[in-house]
């Protein structure tokens, strides 16, 4: 797996979402790089990273970060990369000391207990369409992303112009990730975690609803939340100052 270090201070490993790569955290990286080393991770299949297939098996993948990263550091996972960062924390929870969900759940798919998340079907036809139209399929999830955003044609462009500074994603691994989207529930994990949780959304995401906000609490009543004004699923682009104070206040405190 393909990690690039980065910045002089405490670790901070960072994992990006469905279908990118961590050059996606540009403009984040090099602030967060002034006070922190940066572990910024391709995940398998994605950027400079190799794929084989079950890579990205979600007790596979975790077994994989743990052996490439510091014993003990900060964590950062943006939608796909926070779920995967929440299965850390819950296996290797000496390993974490605060994480930061963004634009993150523990369930990403509605279920009879669960209806503060998207209807699966939405993720299944991305599934469906992956195989034969790839590059309409990834462009359609970009345009999910940054719908009623503020900032949305700002968030298009650089996350169009992220996708195209690397190979694309390989099609298994995008198929094996949005199977994590669709299969993993990791509520009970949220519940459990004893690190500080912090989870930052934007009130203008189109597929996590703000009330995820308020059921994560009931699940995790340490936790901290931020919900940012007219910030879509991508707040690091659209809010970017916001959300660069919201993360570098929470890990300094």
């Known amino acids: 797996m393909h990690i690039k270090v980065i910045g002089q201070g405490p670790d901070l490993v960072m994992l990006h979402g469905w279908s990118m790569h961590s050059a996606v955290w540009h403009d984040l990286a090099e602030s967060l790089a002034q006070h922190f080393t940066l572990h910024l991770v391709d995940l398998p299949g994605h950027g400079q990273s190799a794929w084989q297939t079950g890579d990205l ?11 490439q990263l510091p014993e003990q550091a ?34 990403f798919v509605k279920n009879e207990t669960w209806y503060c998340a998207m209807d699966t079907n939405i993720f299944k036809a991305f599934a469906d369409n992956l ?52 299969d993993v529930d990791l509520r009970n994990a949220l519940a459990r975690l004893q690190c500080p949780v912090k989870m930052i959304l934007g009130d203008r995401d189109t597929l996590i609803p703000t009330m995820m906000l308020v059921e994560a609490l009931d699940l995790q009543s340490t936790l901290q939340t931020t919900l940012l004004a007219g910030a879509g699923h991508a707040p690091f682009i659209a809010q970017a100052q916001q959300c660069l104070h919201e993360i570098e206040q929470f890990l300094n405190d």
């Open 131 to 182: 195989n034969e139209h790839q590059a309409d399929t990834l462009q359609r999830f970009l345009l999910l992303q940054a719908r009623g955003s503020q900032h949305s044609r700002d968030t298009i462009r650089q996350l169009s112009e992220q996708l195209t500074v690397a190979n694309p994603p390989e099609a298994e691994a995008l198929q094996e990730g949005l199977k994590l989207l669709i």
């Open 74 to 107: 900060y964590w950062l996972g943006w939608s796909l990369g926070g779920l995967i960062s929440l299965a850390f924390a819950d296996r290797f929870p000496a390993r974490v000391s605060k994480l930061v969900l963004l634009s993150a759940t523990p369930c």
């Open 57 to 67: 098996d979600l007790d596979r993948v975790v077994d994989d970060l743990a052996k």
